[in-house]
Each structure stands twice: as C-alpha cells, then as structure tokens.
C-alpha cells in the first residue's frame, strides 16, 4: 500500500471520470469505512446510500452542483460524469445537530480509501437535497448531508501556492490548478503568532 502520508499529499478533487464500473464489492467496502469513522459521542447517526444502478445516477446527476469557481467549466463533461455516488445521511431521530463531525470524519475516511484503490472523488455539499431525497425514496426522518461523487479519474489536478486567492482555475490544457495556503502561514508554534520557517 501507498505510503498515508504520500496518499494524503497526493488526494485533489476530481470532477472528470473515466467510463469504467466500480466493482460493488469496493463500493460496500469504502461504505464501510465511512461507518468506522470516529462519531460523537459514539452515537453513529449516519447511514450511506450507494448509487450505482445507471438508470438511478442518471437521476441524481441533474441534481448536483460542480466547481463553483469556474462553472460550468469544472462540471463533468459528457462520458466523463461519475459511476458511483455514496450519499451521506443523519438518522435525525439519534442525533438532529452537531452530526457535522461525524460527517467529516465519514466522509474523508472513505475519499482516502477509494484513493487507495485508485478512485477519485469529488464531496458534493451543494445539491438540492428535497430532489434526491424523492428520487432516492429517503423517509422524513433522514437527512442529507453530502453525496460523495465517486470514479477512476480522467484529470490530475496540481496544488499550487496560495497567491492572494482560494479561487482554483484551468489552465489552457484543461489542467486543474487549485491554490492551497502555505504551511507557514496556517501553523502556529506553542502559542499564536509564533510561526515556522517552512
């Protein structure tokens, strides 16, 4: 297995897939994962749905929104939309607030596991949530958080230096480029105001 520390250097946003099946047997696999992450209070309100059937992925796709900065530039171009979504839910009737933890915890466990098996992915927040609550046949008493956008990518974004802007863009050879801040700027050292040379 890669290296964690590589593997974590290494993960980008992915929004352009190749035309190529996940095995199920993966997809209940990177679920799982989500269902072993740290939770609050070990309370564990969240549920996952797998979407894999092309018939359903059709549905849920309208519904999804992509790479705000430089849309429609960043949406999956035709052929290129992803084979796979796992749905983050919160059983509301365990826990109606502070699941947001538990969401993160879930939802980066299964990114950095699907990396691991050569999977892109792209974490969705954005999504019209009352559509794919119907399409999906979720009862009142369930949320949706997030939908995790799952494939084998088509691109290879790059990390580049913080200049002034979060804001990411293309290039003109369609390259993704997404700025990130530098080290010395997020850590402080013993107490606040004392940075590293980094």
């Given at each position: 297995?890669?290296?964690?520390?590589?593997?974590?250097?290494?993960?980008?946003?992915?929004?352009?897939?190749?035309?190529?099946?996940?095995?199920?047997?993966?997809?209940?696999?990177?679920?799982?994962?989500?269902?072993?992450?740290?939770?609050?209070?070990?309370?564990?309100?969240?549920?996952?749905?797998?979407?894999?059937?092309?018939?359903?992925?059709?549905?849920v796709f309208p519904?999804?929104?992509?790479?705000?900065?430089?849309?429609?530039?960043?949406?999956?171009?035709?052929?290129?939309?992803?084979?796979?979504?796992?749905?983050?839910?919160?059983?509301?009737?365990?826990?109606?607030?502070?699941?947001?933890?538990?969401?993160?915890?879930?939802?980066?466990?299964?990114?950095?596991?699907?990396?691991?098996?050569?999977?892109g992915s792209c974490?969705?927040?954005?999504?019209?949530r009352d559509r794919?609550?119907?399409?999906?046949?979720?009862?009142?008493?369930?949320?949706?958080?997030?939908?995790?956008?799952?494939?084998?990518?088509?691109?290879?974004?790059?990390?580049?230096?913080?200049?002034?802007?979060?804001?990411?863009?293309?290039?003109?050879?369609?390259?993704?480029?997404?700025?990130?801040?530098?080290?010395?700027?997020?850590?402080?050292?013993?107490?606040?105001?004392?940075?590293?040379?980094?």
């Amino acid at each position: 297995m890669e290296d964690f520390m590589e593997l974590i250097r290494k993960r980008r946003t992915i929004r352009q897939f190749r035309p190529e099946e996940i095995p199920t047997g993966i997809l209940l696999e990177l679920a799982d994962l989500g269902r072993l992450a740290p939770s609050a209070a070990n309370l564990q309100p969240l549920e996952f749905i797998i979407v894999q059937d092309p018939e359903v992925r059709k549905m849920v796709f309208p519904w999804l929104r992509w790479a705000a900065y430089i849309s429609p530039a960043g949406n999956p171009r035709p052929g290129q939309e992803p084979v796979a979504y796992i749905v983050i839910l919160v059983n509301t009737l365990i826990r109606q607030k502070g699941y947001e933890y538990d969401v993160g915890a879930a939802a980066e466990n299964i990114i950095l596991g699907a990396l691991t098996r050569g999977i892109g992915s792209c974490w969705l927040i954005s999504v019209d949530r009352d559509r794919l609550k119907n399409i999906l046949e979720i009862p009142d008493d369930y949320k949706i958080d997030s939908v995790l956008a799952l494939g084998y990518p088509s691109e290879s974004p790059v990390v580049e230096s913080f200049q002034g802007s979060v804001k990411y863009w293309k290039d003109e050879n369609d390259t993704l480029h997404v700025p990130k801040r530098n080290l010395s700027e997020v850590i402080h050292l013993n107490r606040f105001g004392r940075r590293i040379e980094a």
